[in-house]
């Protein structure tokens, strides 16, 4: 499902995203809060969230 605003689109992670989401996740400030462990690298983030 993606939801579209005229200033915000929701959709699901996709792999592509991984560089760009992992600067957010491995933040040690943002991960514990959110609710994952910080990841220490972009494979890390990779088989968390798309199980490769």
């Known amino acids: ?3 579209e605003i005229e ?4 959709r699901p992670w996709e792999e592509k995203d991984a ?4 600067q ?3 933040n040690p400030e943002v991960g514990p ?5 910080v990841h ?3 494979e ?7 199980r490769t």
């Open 7 to 10: 200033r915000l689109i929701l």
């Open 44 to 50: 890390n983030y990779k088989k968390l969230f798309f």
């Open 1 to 3: 499902m993606i939801l």
């Open 33 to 37: 809060v959110a609710g994952w462990p």
């Open 24 to 26: 957010y996740a491995s």
């Open 19 to 22: 560089n760009d989401l992992f």
């Open 40 to 42: 220490t690298s972009v």
